[in-house]
Nanobody, 123 residues
Framework: VQLVESGGGLVQAGGSLRLSCAVS????????MGWYRRAPEKQRELVAA????????NYVDSVKGRFTISRDSAKNTMYLQMNSLKPEDTAVYYC?????????????????WGQGTQVTVSS
């Protein structure tokens, strides 16, 4: 299973970016997915999470009303639309998926992570 992020970059405060996370691995069934971030000298935090069907999403308070998480199951891709970006949003953003595989009749659960994509917001 591989998660590959894209869409990070440098943007001015008030600008927008859209992150993408493409999931590969045909035998892997995703339950929940989310975006985490780690800013310099800070702990990793969960920014947004979405359920398997995309029917429910949760956000950390600091991004509510500005970020939107979504999934396209047909493309096996998750997105994070980030608007009204602030310098404090600067961080490495990581895609995360929790799910399972059935191999030879046994079910294996696992957490999977992307490599991270840098988002830098200048003031």
């Amino acid at each position: 299973v591989q998660l590959v992020e894209s869409g990070g970059g440098l943007v001015q405060a008030g600008g927008s970016l859209r992150l993408s996370c493409a999931v590969s691995g045909s035998t892997f069934t995703i339950n929940n997915m989310g975006w985490y971030r780690r800013a310099p000298e800070k702990q990793r935090e969960l920014v947004a999470a979405i359920t398997s069907g995309g029917g429910s999403a949760n956000y950390v308070d600091s991004v509510k009303g500005r970020f939107t998480i979504s999934r396209d199951s047909a493309k096996n891709t998750m997105y994070l639309q980030m608007n009204s970006l602030k310098p404090e949003d600067t961080a490495v953003y990581y895609c995360h998926a929790y799910g399972y595989q059935i191999l030879s009749g046994d079910t294996y659960y696992g957490d999977y992570w992307g490599q991270g994509t840098q988002v830098t917001v200048s003031s």
